[in-house]
């Protein structure tokens, strides 16, 4: 069964901390790898990572994906109050379709 | 401005109703998809369309249908409400080559 697993589910951070998320994926027919942030309504695009080891960055944010261990970390660095959203992590499997994880609630505290 | 729009955006509705919550956009992307959001399950796909005329069932497709007759709408059908489709629905669309996928605002269903 394909699956993408987030990790943890839920993170409380002060601003300012460095913060690591975690994506692991067993996705048959595996395409590339996407981030997106939701806040208070519709998910917002990242990220995209195809090819292992290249790191993506924009601003405070990274990521990088591993395609022989199967998993993709975004790490965000002097958290602000307004990173406070749910991130999510998805595999693009086959032509376009989509296989989510359930998401990383975080919450950066002043 | 190009986008993609959802409605309504908030629905009440009875057990065994049928209920067709819209999705727009106006990309002229000839991908288009589903989703419903739940607590603790993340986004799970419904059904998809890679083009007029074609449909295909996600994840989680039983109770739902969709059809799509032209390139900027894909309806979503639910036949017979139930209260385990209360949900935030989301629609989404994308174009070939690109794997990005624009989300719309989101249609929040209370089955009653």
């Known amino acids: 069964e394909d699956k993408v697993v987030q990790s943890p589910l839920s993170l409380v951070v002060h601003e300012g901390d460095t913060v690591t998320l975690n994506c692991s994926y067993e996705?048959?027919?595996?395409?590339?790898l996407l981030w997106y942030k939701q806040e208070k309504k519709a998910p917002t695009f990242l990220f995209m990572l195809?090819?292992?080891?290249i790191e993506k960055k924009s601003g405070r944010l990274s990521s990088i994906l591993d395609k022989k261990e199967l998993f993709s970390i975004l790490n965000i660095t002097a958290t602000q109050t307004g990173d406070s959203a749910i991130y999510l992590c998805?595999?693009?499997?086959?032509?376009?379709?989509?296989?989510f994880g359930q998401g990383t609630r975080l919450t950066i505290n002043p | 401005d190009a986008e993609i729009t959802q409605s309504p955006r908030h629905k009440i509705t009875e057990t065994g109703r049928q209920v067709t919550l819209a999705c727009h956009q106006t990309?002229?992307?000839?991908?288009m998809f589903w989703y419903r959001q739940d607590l603790g399950h993340g986004l799970r796909l419904i059904h998809y369309?890679?083009?007029?005329?074609?449909?295909n069932k996600g994840e989680v497709s039983d109770g739902y249908s969709v059809s799509r007759s032209n390139t900027e709408d894909l309806p979503l059908t639910l036949e017979s409400a139930a209260s385990s489709q209360t949900s935030v629905y989301f629609c989404?669309?994308?174009?070939?080559?690109?794997?990005?996928?624009?989300f719309g605002p989101g249609t929040r269903l209370t089955v009653t």
């Open positions: 195809t090819s292992s080891g």
């Open positions: 989404a669309s994308s174009r070939d080559p690109t794997y990005e996928q624009y």
């Open positions: 996705v048959t027919n595996f395409r590339s």
């Open positions: 998805a595999v693009v499997q086959g032509a376009q379709k989509l296989v």
């Open positions: 990309w002229n992307h000839n991908n």
């Open positions: 369309s890679y083009g007029v005329q074609d449909t």
